[in-house]
């Protein structure tokens, strides 16, 4: 029987009721009809009712029952993406109703990567702050890119700032790259100084205590194709850590530490941190720096959000004008 779109739309525009989207996602989450009942305080027979009532809806089933529990089908996987979004666009409307009770306009959830402009970043908040006359409550979400973009599909974050990717899907979601970061030694002052008296001697640097990022990170990834291009193994680090002050730190109260980062980040870790950047000219195939959404109507705080943003980077990053999508 082919399949018809006009009454699978009937269909769940006049029955489905978000108890059938929570079912699902409890499914998924227990592997097992008689926990999903134990957690939701009912009957199994009732849970099973529910899902069939479901899948008849949807005109196919949802689940596999296999000795290790119940597995999403194809139809099943793609639902499921479906109702978390929507269980997440249902949390979102509530606390943008709580937002707007306490005086505030509303509630924008904004993923970021680590190492981002921090002063980009509070300038694009500002100006968008700017420009609602009701307070805006702006939540930041710090991650990899690969689990705020899973975040951004799933409608828990609203705009995610992370590095371009091939694997980007462009029709779940849009893009426009912002900024091409370039690499930067840092060091405290005086090795620093004493670093670029030369050029940069890989084995000797891999002999220094480095601070760097999380394993199998893009930056980590390219300090080790640094050290591997001129023939040395990469150091093993002193300390990974995400935190762009906290590595300033380190880096200021030490006389071997160093790091590798962009040089917007670098920029500010002199400013704050009172370290300096290795007056090195290095290259990297790092991703650029892009902001990402959904595609779908934006609304109002979040389209003045992503101008603002757009604004701080042409303006202090020299980031191209045209956004390419």
């Known amino acids: 029987m082919p399949f018809d779109t006009g009454e699978v739309v009937r269909r769940l525009t006049t029955r489905l009721k978000m108890r059938h989207l929570v079912l699902l996602l409890q499914i998924q989450q227990h592997g097992s009809l008689t926990r999903v009942a134990e957690h939701m305080a009912t009957s199994q027979p009732a849970v099973t009712s529910a899902l069939a009532e479901l899948e008849s809806m949807l005109g196919g089933p949802l689940f596999d029952r296999t000795p290790r529990g119940m597995t999403p089908t194809p139809l099943g996987d793609v639902v499921l993406a479906r109702a978390q979004a929507m269980v997440h666009d249902l949390d ?124 199998n990170t893009p930056l980590r990834d390219q300090l080790s194709d640094l050290f591997l291009h001129a023939g040395v193994v990469p150091p093993v680090p002193v300390v990974e850590s995400f935190s762009s002050r906290l590595t300033g730190e380190l880096l200021a109260s030490s006389e071997r530490a160093v790091s590798l980062l962009p040089a917007d980040i670098a920029e500010e870790l002199v400013r704050i941190a009172g370290v300096a950047i290795v007056p090195w000219s290095l290259t990297w195939t790092l991703p650029p720096v892009a902001m990402f959404t959904r595609r779908e109507n934006p609304r109002e705080t979040h389209r003045l959000f992503t101008q603002a943003l757009r604004t701080q980077y042409q303006m202090v990053a020299g980031a191209p004008s045209d956004a390419k999508k």
């Open 92 to 215: 979102h409307l509530t606390r943008d109703i709580e937002a707007v009770m306490a005086g505030h306009a509303a509630r924008l959830q904004v993923g970021v990567i680590p190492y981002i402009s921090g002063t980009m970043l509070a300038a694009a908040i500002q100006q968008t702050l700017a420009q609602i006359p009701q307070r805006l409550t702006v939540t930041l979400h710090e991650g990899t890119s690969e689990a705020l973009m899973a975040q951004l599909r799933d409608h828990t974050l609203d705009v995610v700032i992370a590095r371009a990717a091939a694997s980007v899907d462009p029709t779940q979601v849009q893009f426009e790259v912002l900024h091409h970061q370039m690499p930067r030694v840092v060091a405290s002052r005086r090795l620093a100084a004493r670093l670029g008296r030369s050029a940069p001697v890989w084995a000797q640097l891999a002999e220094l205590d480095w601070v760097m990022g999380a394993p």
